[in-house]
């Protein structure tokens, strides 16, 4: 079992950044693969990033490549994801996840995860 706590929403203009950050309670938080998730209003959740247990292997929605990076700090139980070059599109509820089964490969689909947190806001403005 793990508890996930996102922060670092915000309100922000266009073409700038933020960094969001998850952190997991639970000794096995380092043998998770994690995921980054955004729901924006009337849409259905979508996947955005996510980092396999070590650090070693990401992979990221086609939207956000080059301008998202998701990475993990193991020592400090904690999962980020840098956003940049923000656009209007990108505003959404943005949730961490965690998959505790050791896949071969990264999931997009949020079923395939089994822990969230409450998800934190990200509003870009034009």
């Known amino acids: 079992q793990v508890q996930l706590v996102e922060s670092g929403g915000g309100l922000v203009q266009a073409g700038g950044s933020l960094r969001l950050s998850c952190a997991a309670s639970?000794?096995?938080?380092?043998?998770?693969?994690m995921g980054w998730f955004r729901q924006a209003p009337g849409k259905e959740r979508e996947f955005v990033a996510a980092?396999?247990?070590?650090?070693?292997?990401?992979r990221y929605a086609d939207s956000v490549k080059g301008r998202f990076t998701i990475s993990r700090d193991n020592a400090e139980n904690t999962v980020y994801l840098q956003i940049n070059s923000l656009k209007p599109e990108d505003t959404a509820v943005y949730y961490c996840?965690?998959?505790?089964?050791?896949?071969?490969?990264?999931?997009?689909?949020?079923?395939?995860?089994?822990?969230w947190g409450q998800g934190t806001q990200v509003t870009v403005s034009a």
């Open positions: 996840a965690a998959d505790p089964s050791w896949r071969s490969s990264l999931m997009v689909r949020p079923s395939e995860y089994s822990y």
């Open positions: 639970g000794r096995t938080f380092s043998s998770y693969a």
């Open positions: 980092i396999n247990w070590s650090g070693g292997r990401t």
